[in-house]
């Protein structure tokens, strides 16, 4: 289902910050692993540097990851580079 969604994909000229918390070993594979094969997924199909971060909090869950996760995507995405 993620591939799908990743081939509808042309291009990726804008920032994407992506944020995923510790839910614990029984959630691994629905959460991190599955957030990490996203981000390989559009690296890959891209022929040109992306503008993609990708972040794990290992010591947020998924009711305290919100705010940290906000404030540090609107920190990249205003991020000059």
């Known amino acids: 289902m993620i591939k799908n969604k990743v081939d509808s994909i042309s291009s990726l000229h804008k920032k994407l910050y992506i944020a995923t918390a510790n839910q614990g070993k029984?959630?691994?594979?629905?959460?991190?692993k599955s957030h990490n094969e996203f981000?390989?997924?559009?690296?890959?199909?891209?022929?040109?540097p992306l503008k993609v971060e990708l972040e794990y909090f290992e010591k947020e869950n998924h009711r305290s990851v919100p705010l940290?996760?906000?404030?540090?995507?609107?920190?990249?995405?205003n991020l000059e580079h």
């Open 26 to 32: 029984a959630n691994y594979e629905r959460n991190k």
């Open 68 to 77: 940290k996760a906000l404030y540090k995507g609107l920190k990249y995405i």
């Open 39 to 48: 981000y390989a997924l559009i690296t890959e199909k891209s022929d040109e």
